[in-house]
């Protein structure tokens, strides 16, 4: 072998900016490529949308009619809140859809013995709903004045590189549990679908041509298209006839119930399931969600920021985006949605995939969200896709996640102790003590803390329970305390990457990426 040059043992030169992408956020693709890339947002978010129906509507007593007025109901929210968020938020091309961060609230509101006395199933699920609303509207008040009074700015401001990467990376590993588990409930779909995948993403599309449309723009549509009429073949030739119940449920193409119950056309409509109804722990439960649901929002908008080739978002614009996320709950609980909104993962990871980051593929793929929601049985159809198959594409999508969390540690120096401890600290007890939690949970009933306050319970449970949470807190805290005051610190940490985004005038990118539109900038200035 040649002897190894000097010239090739130079480090790799850190990136401010994702060089990766063929479209970034201000440069739109084709017509024909945003409209496919559009679509294929739409049918990744519906996978996690369908998923929250199937688990709370029968918790709370609702049917499959019930299930499909609650899947318009969120894919509606979804598509007006993703172009609020686009248009008067960070301006970030983040799709904001329901998140799996409020089902434990939801769940332990549903649960409540005030509840579970209705007899009637449809009574207690519209009581039920009527509770979450007002929950839900409380507690987009809350994140609401976050956002907008700037308290918000002000972590964001303190933020480094170091703490930043552990939690945006749990905010793609935390919710490994609802990956390959999923696709190993019907692993004939789900593992097809993950193989199939890979290849088309990551082999094919490298093999024949460097972005190539079928492969890389659309390796998702095509895997979704083969494997799900894959399934129709299977269910229709009746391979599961004999197989028990849950099996039939995750792997049948026709046991979804949601076509059946979907009408033709319907408009969801503020307080279409009653006036909500406001009760002090639902709330308090609630506005522990949403603080989790902030945290993992930030970490998701970091990685959209990085996969869209945009610079570090400035905290001024940040906190705006958190206060319309804010509003954006206040939406969802008017009208009824089961959870609140979040920056969506699964769609942060499918920019990368398609190396599609554009602001107009993500407005464009809000319109499917609104259509179909409208037009019951045509979204539908599309709901009947096999869950294991959304399951195999977040395997990928969340892990796309995860490498932008791992990026970041190229601003931070790897070879001192203090960056080696705070972030294994902060990423092994950001798995374990959520782990501990759930597994507590899962034998017993209750979370560890069990007082004689349910709301405490529910509330500390809420937050220990999520890993990019504990996540954040253990690196934030550790990284502003521990020999914070010597001057090798802050250049080890990564801060002085960061430092020229802290202000949105420091740097003329802001302007590009961050501005707002039709002159809204004036009236409504960034700092």
Known sequence: MSPVKAEDLVPHPVKEQFAGVDYCIT????????????????????????????????????????????????????????LLQVHFGTRLPAVMAGSYTYIYATTAIALSPRYLIIIDPLERFVFTMRSLQGALIIAGVFQAVIGFFGIWRVFIRFLSPLAAAPFVTLSGLGLFYFTFPGVAKCIEVGLPA???????????AHFFVK???????????VTIVIVWVYAEILTAAGAYNERGPVTQFSCRTDRAGIIQGSPWVRFPYPFQWGYPI????????????????????????????????????????????????????????????????????ENAGLLALTRVGSRRVIKISALFMIFFSLFGKFGALLASIPLPLFSALYCVLFAYSVGAGIS??????????????????????GLSIPQYFRIYEMFFGFGPVHTHSVAFNVIVNIIFSSPATVAAILAYLLDCTHLYWEDSVRKDRGWHWWEKFKSYRHDSRSEEFYALPYGLSKYFPSF
């Open 211 to 221: 972005g190539s449309f079928v492969f890389g723009r659309c390796a998702v549509l």
């Open 27 to 82: 440069s739109p693709p084709p017509w024909l490529t945003t409209v496919l890339v559009a679509f294929q947002h739409y049918l990744v978010m519906l996978g996690t949308t369908v998923l929250i129906a199937t688990i709370l509507v029968p918790l709370m007593g609702g049917g499959h009619a019930e299930k499909a007025i609650v899947i318009q109901t969120i894919l509606f929210l979804a598509g007006i809140n993703t």
């Open 194 to 204: 993950l193989v199939l995948l890979v290849l088309f993403a990551e082999y094919a």
């Open 278 to 345: 406001f009760c002090f722990q639902d709330c308090l439960a609630m506005m522990a969600a949403a603080f989790v649901s902030l945290v993992e929002s930030t970490g998701t908008l970091i990685v959209v920021s990085r996969y869209s080739g945009a610079t570090f978002c400035p905290p001024s614009v940040f906190s705006r985006g958190i206060g319309w996320e804010g509003i954006s709950i206040i939406l969802d609980g008017m009208c009824g949605t089961l959870t609140g909104t979040a920056a969506s993962v």
């Open 408 to 429: 970041l540690l190229q601003y931070c120096n790897l070879n001192t102790l203090r960056t080696k401890f705070i972030l294994s600290i902060s990423l092994f007890l």
